[in-house]
């Protein structure tokens, strides 16, 4: 009978915590970034794109990724607008090599730019973190 009750205790102290823990994960509709507040935002057919394109939209953002971490290794400097300038250089990389792609050839390819930025974000960091864009 006391195991019954302590392990009931127990399930109850749990789903306590467990609902309050739920309760600080609430998204916020705020949407402000920790650095450098007037990044550019994506362009708008990227943002609409259908959702069965949404492989297109991701390996745009792995471009984007790998440029800004080349951008800042190269000039040795995270300043804001090094870091997120406008997307166009990395839509013409997009438009330029992929647009025409099969789904395979474009998850691969961002594979590879994912691959890149990782390599580069590790000389790209201590740039940034010494910035206070990181």
């Not at 399930?11 to 467990?18: F, K, N, S």
């Not at 990227?46 to 790998?66: F, N, P």
Request: hydrophobic share 40%; proline share 7%; aromatic share 8%.
């Amino acid at each position: 009978m006391m195991r019954a009750v302590a392990i009931g205790s127990l399930l109850v102290v749990l789903g306590a915590t467990a609902g309050v823990a739920e309760r600080n994960l609430i998204p916020t509709l705020d949407n402000e970034p920790d650095v450098c507040p007037d990044q550019p935002p994506e362009p708008q057919w990227m943002k609409d794109i259908d959702v069965r394109e949404g492989h297109k939209r991701l390996l745009i953002q792995q471009i984007y990724r790998a440029q800004s971490m080349q951008r800042i290794v190269e000039a040795q400097s995270c300043e804001c607008p090094t870091r997120y300038p406008s997307w166009k250089t990395a839509e013409g990389v997009f438009v330029e090599h992929f647009a025409a792609s099969e789904y395979w050839d474009i998850v691969e390819a961002t594979s590879q730019y994912r691959r890149q930025a990782n390599e580069i974000r590790r000389e790209a960091m201590p740039i940034c973190e010494a910035a206070g864009n990181w």
